[in-house]
Structures are given as structure tokens and as C-alpha cells.
């Protein structure tokens, strides 16, 4: 049985991961952290991390950036492995999250869910391949109305890994509203769309000469983030201090 303190609990993925975890005979969310405390649940909720006295084995972050900073210094305090799922972190509080994996086990990842995470890889090896035969590289990313940050953290993701993939030389353009000139040829573009109840829809396209290539993922529930959430827990448990990701919880 792995114990679980629950940070963002009463936010939309925190529900979701509440009801997967209740169902998982090998987990046990023992304490919820959360500015409001909404609906029933079966654990105390706590307002700041500071409060919580409950003991665990890992943390899983379902939060928004400006509570981040708070979050590490508690993990770290009480050595609790975190499973930081948060996205749009600042270049600073990345680096800090960096300091921290070398005190505790971190498992960060853009996109908590398996077929994501395998779309990473083989957009390493589409790149790799069509790049240097002179195919554009595009990431369209589509959520709901209120994701706050754009364009998505797996969105990021992906272009990082068509830019790993095509060696590493090529920069990302969010916005071409503000130039008038074509692509040059080191450019990825990534575009963010938000409406609706959209969970999540990626495109990747490599749009060659008379033939365009895509890869798309679309996620229909917020389940599967929580699913990967709490196998990644089970995963980063008693783990040594380090960075860790989906890729390691996949083996």
C-alpha cells in the first residue's frame, strides 16, 4: 500500500485522481492540500502544506505554478518523492525543481499518459528521418476554455522532441502574427487553441514536398492522466533522489 498526499485536491485532475486512487486497492490518499476544500472526500484537506501531518510516501501534484515553490520546500523538508504534474513552470522554478531532485525523487512529465508518452518517442524517430529531408515541423495543441497556460505543456514536449530528433538545431515559433516573412528552415511552430471541454487534442505535422505526414493524439478523459499519476507514485515510492519520467514508469 503506497500513501498518497494529494496537492490540488479539490481542482478537476485532483477529483479524477481522487476517485482512480479509491479505486486501486494498492494506494491510499491519506491527506489532501488545496486553497479550497471542495467535496466529499475520505481524507483531511489542508489549505497550506505546512498543516499537513499526515505521513506519506510520495506526493502527486496536480496544482498551478505559483504553488510550486511551497510545495518543494515541504517535499523536501519531509524527503516525500514528488509526482509534479504541474505545467507552465517558470524557467527559475524549473531550476529549482531541478535543485530539489537532488534531495528528492522527482518524476516530471509534460503529459502523464502512456500513449503520449510513446508518441514521444516515435516523433524522435519521424524527425530524425524527415527533417533532414526537408519536411516543416508543426504542433497544434486544442483544451478546454479554462487551461490557463498556452501553449500546452505537452505541446512543448512534443517539439522538443522533433528538435531532439532533428538534432537539436532547431528553434520554436509560437506566434507569426507580428512578421511578415516566410519559415526559415530551423523553425517549429507550435499553435495553442482553447474552447469548450476539450481534455486535449495534439497534432503533429511534417508537411514535406507533395506529401504531408501527422501524428495525433486526443485524450477523451482526464482518467488517463490520473491513471499515469498513480502508477508513476507507485513507481517513484522509496525511490533515490533524482529526476524521473513517464519513460522510466513504462520501463
Given at each position: ?67 510550486i515553490d511551497g510545495l518543494l520546500d515541504y ?141 495525433k493524439h486526443t485524450a477523451y478523459s482526464r ?29
Amino acid at each position: 500500500m503506497v500513501d498518497i498526499i494529494l496537492h490540488g485536491c479539490s481542482g478537476f485532475m485532483g477529483q479524477v485522481v481522487t476517485d482512480i486512487a479509491a479505486a486501486d486497492a494498492d494506494v491510499r490518499i491519506v491527506a489532501g492540500i488545496d486553497v479550497a476544500d471542495r467535496g466529499n472526500k475520505d481524507y483531511p484537506v489542508y489549505t497550506e502544506a505546512a498543516q499537513c501531518r499526515e505521513t506519506a510516501e510520495c506526493i502527486i501534484d496536480f496544482s498551478n505554478a505559483k504553488a510550486i515553490d511551497g510545495l518543494l520546500d515541504y517535499a523536501i523538508a519531509r524527503s516525500l518523492p514528488v509526482v509534479l504534474c504541474t505545467t507552465g513552470l517558470t524557467e527559475a522554478q524549473l531550476g529549482k525543481v531541478e535543485d530539489a531532485s537532488k534531495k528528492i525523487a522527482i518524476l516530471r512529465s509534460a503529459n502523464m499518459s502512456l500513449g503520449v508518452n510513446l508518441l514521444l518517442k516515435l516523433l524522435k524517430e519521424a524527425a530524425a528521418t524527415l527533417a533532414p529531408a526537408g519536411y516543416d515541423m508543426e504542433v497544434e495543441e486544442m483544451h478546454h476554455r479554462r487551461k490557463v497556460d498556452a501553449p500546452s505543456g505537452t505541446a512543448i514536449a512534443l517539439a522538443e522532441a522533433l528538435n531532439e530528433g532533428a538534432g537539436g538545431e532547431y528553434h520554436f515559433t509560437y506566434d507569426r502574427s507580428q512578421r511578415t516573412a516566410a519559415r526559415d528552415d530551423k523553425e517549429i511552430g507550435v499553435s495553442a487553441l482553447r474552447g469548450g471541454t476539450v481534455v486535449g487534442i495534439h497534432d503533429v505535422i511534417f508537411a514535406g514536398q507533395d506529401e504531408v505526414v501527422e501524428f495525433k493524439h486526443t485524450a477523451y478523459s482526464r482518467a488517463i492522466f490520473a491513471k499515469g499519476a498513480v502508477a508513476a507514485a507507485k513507481f517513484l515510492a522509496g525511490k533515490a533522489p533524482g529526476m524521473y519520467n513517464m519513460a522510466d514508469v513504462i520501463g
